[in-house]
């Protein structure tokens, strides 16, 4: 099922150690993934009328390292104008708060479950390495395309999809249709 | 009723807190069904474990069926929940993009914030990366901003673009989900060696009930315009009554000139009224087609004061009633509608002129020799020049709800 390979990096006897004093939990059923993530979804637009998303909250936080660091560059910028201009906070923002709660989220799930490691995932055929430059070049991707689309996965294919917009049910057939018309290609370096 | 006003229930930070919890599920949720992981990620790509497919498509029908749910049992507004506005060509282009980014890097941005969260290092690689992607993007836009912004459909729901009940998509896309289900267990039977029998039998018993549950949303429907002033007219027949929301021509001549907002005038008269006068910027938009002007009203910002008009108040009022059931905010009528709006700002050589001795209540009361449309001093008169009087009750209400998308 899944591949976990230790990285290289870190040292054998400290993994046997964390391995023999906790087993990784199983996954749950992804029906059952799906019903509770659609609860938490529906939760979301019910209470707030807002949706999840991920992107969005890392472009803030992007923005505001920009802010500090070239501030009259993003006030000349209307794009990040809009979100940083003159005394405004890119991080006063919900979509900051999502993802806040998200990495916390994750880690605490992680960690109830026995899955919070020191890991890199990747392919039996593949060094640590390339795994690791690979996803950098995939998120650099991923993240220019989420901002061009006006979302990721989680604020157009889930959140969109689920109002039945027609933009983000395009998109979700897109983004499927662009990993598998690219899926051949990489078969070695996952498989 | 839902979606509520999480700021001013709960002030600033109180607001943020919620966003927090919900962020907080979100990741947890994610974390459970095995998204942190980049294996388990890329197999959907090749048919060996569909868990992306059936998690994403599970939770999209789920969501789905409540939001229309609720919403058909008068619990839900749904023109307060956002809904992404479509732009199909960057949609399609960010799409593609995406795709190849998450087959190239093995997540997408908020599974790869949880593989982070849980220290998986190719994770905070993707991290990096998205940061540095989007970077790119803030720098770069600027230099095809035309085509970012092009193909603008606005809120477009599937039921609007089939012209369909949304009952009807809701149970055509809980089937399609079913379906996708069904072959996605097929696929991972022929390529990754799976057991469809290993799979839990109460997924048998969800699927019924989620047919059920679409199946109802669509006997129930969704409520009509008239359902929707009913419920909310005991409320809003006082605002009428009290003229708490009919403005002095002074005040609306006060709104267009204030810099922090921006006003939407909608003149539902008849098209001949319409060209003989109008002020400068009203936007045609007879009664009988008001209703259709909606998604873009929900489209504008959030310090937009919208005044509705007619040659008196009858119609205006029937307008305003319209808005208000759809829940467009700030809106308000022109007091005495275009009539007095003349009786104000235009010059007395018109008035003496074209004054028409007896008019029929709600018809205009000057009738030029010409369709003089907005090229009339009246059309857009200077509040410098006349002194006037009047209680201002534009109440500016942050907009309920929706602030402006799932990834903002």
């Known amino acids: ?191 | 009723m839902a979606p509520y006003a999480i700021t001013e229930l709960f002030g600033h930070w109180g607001a943020n807190a919620v966003y927090v919890l919900i962020g907080f599920a979100f990741g947890a949720v994610l974390e459970m069904s095995g998204f942190g992981n980049s294996m388990k990620l890329a197999a959907q790509f090749y048919l060996k474990e569909m868990t992306v497919l059936k998690v994403m498509f599970t939770a999209i029908v789920v969501a789905m069926l409540l939001i229309f749910l609720t919403s058909a049992a008068g619990l839900l507004d749904f023109n307060l929940v956002w809904v992404p506005p479509t732009y199909l060509w960057p949609g399609i282009a960010g799409g593609l993009l995406m795709g190849v980014g998450f087959i190239i890097g093995g997540f997408c941005p908020g599974t790869s914030l949880v593989s982070a969260a849980t220290l998986k290092i190719d994770g905070i690689f993707f991290v990096l990366g998205a940061s540095f992607g989007i970077f790119l993007f803030g720098e770069t836009i600027q230099f095809y901003d035309g085509f970012f912004n092009s193909s603008n459909l606005g809120r477009l729901i599937l039921p609007d673009l089939f012209g369909v009940d949304a009952g009807v998509v809701v149970i055509a896309v809980t089937l399609m989900a079913l379906v996708m289900f069904w072959g996605a267990e097929q696929l991972e039977r022929i390529f990754g060696h799976k057991d469809p029998k290993a799979a839990p039998r109460w997924r048998y018993g969800a699927a019924g009930a989620a047919l059920a549950v679409a199946l109802a949303v669509l006997i129930l429907g969704q409520p009509t315009a008239e359902q929707r002033w009913q419920r909310i007219a005991a409320e809003k027949q006082l605002l009428l009554d009290q003229r708490a929301v009919q403005i002095h021509p002074g005040e609306l001549l006060s709104l267009i000139e204030d810099p922090h907002l921006q006003v939407v005038m909608l003149d539902v008269r008849t098209e001949t009224d319409y060209n003989l006068f109008h002020i400068l910027d009203a936007r045609h938009a007879p009664l009988s087609a008001v209703a259709e002007v909606i998604p873009e009203l929900h489209d504008q910002p959030a310090n937009t004061v919208f005044v509705v008009m007619s040659n008196d108040e009858v119609a205006a009022t029937e307008a305003w009633k319209v808005l208000a059931a759809e829940s467009v905010p700030n809106t308000y009528i022109l007091e005495g509608g275009v009539n007095r709006w003349l009786d104000v700002f235009a010059n007395e050589e018109f008035r003496a002129e074209y004054q028409k001795a007896s008019a029929q209540p709600d018809q205009l009361r000057y009738i030029p020799n010409a369709a003089l449309g907005s090229r009339l001093p009246a059309a857009e008169p200077n509040a410098g020049q006349v002194e006037l009087e009047f209680i201002p009750k534009v109440q500016l209400e942050m907009k309920r709800g929706p602030s402006g998308g799932g990834c903002g």
């Open chain 1, 1 to 191: 099922m899944t591949t976990q390979t230790p990285s290289r990096r870190f040292p054998r006897q400290a993994e046997a150690h964390v391995a023999a004093r906790r087993e990784a939990k199983p996954y749950i059923n992804p029906y059952l993934g799906g019903i509770l993530l659609g609860i938490v979804l529906f939760a979301a637009l019910f209470i707030t009328g807002n949706g999840l998303g991920a992107s969005g909250g890392i472009n803030r936080i992007v923005v505001f390292v920009q802010d500090l660091i070239a501030p009259t560059h993003v006030d000349r910028t209307a794009y990040l104008t809009s979100m940083a201009g003159g005394d405004l906070n890119p991080l006063d923002n919900w979509i900051v708060f999502i993802t806040l709660g998200t990495l916390l989220g994750g880690f605490v799930s992680g960690w109830a479950n026995h899955r919070v490691k020191v890991e890199t995932n990747r392919g039996p055929q593949v060094s640590v390495r390339l795994r690791w430059v690979m996803a950098f070049i995939g998120g650099a991707i991923m993240g220019y395309g989420a901002r061009l689309a006006r979302g990721c996965t989680s604020g157009q294919a889930l959140s969109g999809g689920s109002v039945l917009s027609v933009g983000s049910w395009t998109i979700m057939f897109a983004i499927f249709g662009g990993g598998y018309a690219l899926a051949y290609f990489l078969r070695r370096f996952w498989n």
